[in-house]
């Protein structure tokens, strides 16, 4: 990619997703990051998304666009199933949590699944990953499926089943972060009888 004083250079090597608020943080003023759109350095991703021209879109970029778009949301459910390597399923929406008091966002691009967690549930057994230079909280294992079966009727018990075969058949799985995460959403009860038919 070709730096000049346009201020392409000041975009931190490795970032795929920006939004203005980012760019003015690297000293690039609006008017700066319009004419690096019209040179063809930058291109509009969405609704104040850009991305540099010419790096490379991995499977997770709509992660790193549903984290920009929802500042504190946490990836969840299908999509951390999905992230994790944990099912056959393939979301055509990014199942974001956020707070049950904070204002539900309404972004036109990716398609965002809004679900809303409330105190422990949305802070306990989440992880940061760098995704396209994008820090994005994404549930853990044991969190994912423990959400799972807690949002059963909304994605279906079969896919809480297959989450929980996959954790339980996979090495070096902790079955004591499984149960702290069945206890957190509540779902100890719940899951038992599953657990005790893959022993």
Request: proline share 6%.
């Amino acid at each position: 990619m070709k730096r000049n004083k346009s201020g392409i250079d000041k975009i931190p090597s490795g970032v795929g997703v920006f939004r203005p608020r980012d760019a003015a943080r690297w000293g690039i003023s609006r008017t700066a990051l319009r004419r690096l759109v019209e040179a063809g350095e930058v291109e509009r991703v969405g609704r104040g998304l850009y991305s540099p021209v010419g790096v490379p879109v991995t499977e997770h970029h709509t992660l790193a666009e549903a984290a920009k778009r929802v500042p504190g949301g946490v990836v969840c459910l299908l999509s951390a199933l999905s992230f994790h390597e944990m099912t056959t399923q393939s979301p055509h929406e990014v199942w974001v949590a956020i707070d049950v008091k904070a204002r539900k966002p309404t972004p036109d691009w990716p398609p965002i699944r809004i679900v809303r967690f409330s105190g422990e549930a949305l802070t306990f057994g989440v992880d940061q990953h760098e995704l396209e230079g994008v820090e994005v909280t994404i549930t853990s294992r044991a969190k994912t499926v423990a959400d799972c079966f807690k949002y059963r009727n909304k994605i279906g018990v079969d896919v809480a089943v297959e989450a929980l075969r996959e954790y339980v058949g996979k090495r070096g799985r902790s079955m004591d972060d499984l149960l702290e995460a069945a206890r957190v959403c509540r779902v100890s009860r719940v899951m038992q009888p599953y657990l005790e038919a893959l022993s």
